[in-house]
């Protein structure tokens, strides 16, 4: 079965910043993983993906995350953190399963607070 | 290109009643999933349809439901609300297609909020 661990549930940096979100997955298969975006009262913005191609996948607004196999880790980094960074992020697979469906598992959020 | 729609956006409805959501695809998606949002538990998969089939199932009651129709447009429906049943639910579209599937990219709406008196 797959299923995604985010390590922290709220995240706190000053304007300027590096961020660092960290998530751990678990998958019988090789994983789809995904970070999505939530600003408040809004629904969910694809940060990035990674599909089996490159380890290092680079997304929109300067984020970018690492794919590591022995690590089975997935952290999300940006260099410089900025205001309108400030939501929920969620750490996310793929159920691959037995058939070919587009299920997805989603960790349980990490909040990032980006302090001025 | 329209992004995924949701209609409505709020809902207020009392125990016991039944509530209908429509869900509108991007344009050339095939695939439309189906999520719940509680603090409480997050976000967990209900369902999803591909073609007018539902396709996968998430573990929720028989009184949440779904179908999709020739034009890929999807509702989902919940009968005998219960106060738990309060959340925002999240549709999603994709292309869809077969292999791919896992690894399609999803694309949400931006939610109803159906609050649960």
């Known amino acids: 079965a797959q299923s995604v661990t985010q390590l922290d549930s709220h995240v706190s940096v000053s304007e300027g910043t590096p961020v660092l979100l960290r998530c751990n997955y678990s998958?019988?298969?090789?994983?789809?993983l995904f970070w999505y975006v939530q600003h408040p009262n809004k629904g969910l913005q694809l940060l990035l993906k990674y599909t089996s191609a490159a380890t290092l996948v680079k997304g929109i607004n300067g984020f970018e995350a690492e794919f590591k196999k022995s690590e089975t880790s997935f952290h999300l980094t940006k260099p410089s953190a900025h205001m309108s960074d400030a939501a929920e992020y969620f750490c996310?697979?793929?159920?691959?399963?037995?058939?070919?469906?587009?299920?997805?598992?989603f960790g349980q959020g990490t909040t990032l607070q980006v302090k001025p | 290109k329209a992004g995924v729609t949701q209609t409505p956006r709020y809902l207020i409805k009392t125990r016991g009643q039944q509530v209908t959501l429509s869900c509108s695809p991007i344009?050339?998606?095939?695939?439309v999933s189906w999520y719940q949002q509680t603090p409480g538990q997050g976000l967990q998969f209900l369902f999803e349809y591909f073609s007018e089939t539902q396709r996968n199932k998430g573990n929720f009651p028989g009184r949440f439901s779904g179908r999709q129709f020739s034009n890929s447009r999807s509702e989902m429906n919940v009968s005998t609300l219960e106060l738990g049943d309060s959340a925002l639910y999240l549709c999603?579209?994709?292309?869809?297609?077969?292999?791919?599937?896992?690894?399609?990219?999803?694309?949400f709406g931006p939610g109803t909020r159906l609050t649960v008196l």
């Open positions: 998958s019988s298969y090789s994983p789809s």
């Open positions: 999603a579209s994709s292309r869809g297609g077969g292999a791919s599937a896992p690894t399609d990219t999803q694309y």
């Open positions: 996310v697979v793929s159920d691959r399963g037995s058939s070919n469906t587009g299920k997805l598992i």
């Open positions: 344009s050339g998606h095939r695939s």
